[in-house]
């Protein structure tokens, strides 16, 4: 898991000095990656192996509440980073967090994690929502990996699994699809929000509603990102990008897909609204 963020690292480097217009939004992803990375080195070996269910998302069972002795200290940490590092209203929303009682960091962090309303804490929605989100993925991710008994894992596979819209581990929204060589073709596979988990997921069907009419399903592209593009829905009006890795095996899901800015502007140009805003709230 290590080499995972280190690869994220170099591969928002490489992109920022490709894609000038998206540098500002990679340094400041870079900033929350590394403090990602810090916190899940930290927590390693402090969480429990999640035992295996047959239904039901896994990791609703666990809650970061069991273990807010050790992320009570590090949210602090956290939106004192946010504050020195973010744009205006993301810093202003950490400051305003800052001096939250600690009892309601904990209601926000729990609202998340089980997929439930935020707290009103007095910060806008979609600010709101970044903190937990990208506080929570790293503890979420190593106990999803311990889960799994692996580093990171092949996508999880089943025929259920192929057509489910959530994470089959926590429950959340994908934050992208990715394409990988497979036989004469390409496999499709969906990378939870939250968890980092990959499911397998059916090549031609939308991910928000299930639509699997080619004709109803819509792709944007540009040449200068032959490897990722945009998969909607005429249906839903959603979308998710994809990254095709037998386009561009280097890139990186989740940092190219924060990186094509220009293809989620093209999307809610055309009315389309992401199924999961990434880290940079697109």
């Not at 429990?48 to 590090?74: I, Q």
């Not at 990988?180 to 991910?207: N, P, Q």
Request: aromatic residues 8%.
């Amino acid at each position: 898991m290590t080499a995972s963020w280190e690869r994220r690292l170099q591969r928002a480097e490489e992109l920022a000095q490709r894609w000038p217009f998206a540098t500002e939004a990679l340094k400041f992803y870079a900033h929350v990656a590394r403090f990602q990375a810090s916190l899940q080195d930290a927590l390693r070996g402090s969480v429990p192996v999640l035992a295996c269910k047959e239904e039901g998302f896994v990791l609703r069972s666990a809650s970061p509440l069991d273990h807010r002795l050790l992320l009570r200290p590090k949210f602090a940490g956290f939106l004192e980073l946010v504050r020195e590092i973010a744009p205006p209203q993301l810093a202003a929303a950490a400051d305003a967090l800052r001096s939250t009682p600690e009892e309601l960091w904990e209601a926000l962090w729990d609202g998340y994690w089980r997929g439930q309303a935020l707290p009103d804490l007095e910060v806008e929605g979609p600010l709101l929502a970044f903190f937990p989100k990208a506080f929570l993925q790293p503890y979420a991710a190593l106990l999803a990996a311990g889960l799994r008994g692996d580093g990171e894992g092949d996508a999880l596979s089943s025929p259920g699994v192929e057509t489910s819209p959530v994470c089959p581990l926590c429950g959340a929204a994908p934050q992208v699809s990715v394409l990988r060589e497979e036989g004469h073709g390409a496999a499709r596979s969906l990378l939870c929000a939250r968890c980092e988990t990959e499911w397998r997921y059916k090549r031609v069907r939308c991910v928000a509603c299930g639509e699997e009419e080619a004709r109803r399903l819509v792709y944007l592209q540009a040449t200068e990102w032959p490897h990722v593009r945009v998969s909607a829905c005429q249906v839903c009006r959603r979308y998710i990008k994809e990254v095709d890795l037998t386009r561009d095996g280097l890139a990186v899901p989740v940092v190219d897909e924060i990186a094509a800015i220009p293809l989620d502007l093209a999307a809610g140009e055309e009315g389309y609204e992401k199924v999961e805003p990434n880290l940079i709230g697109l």
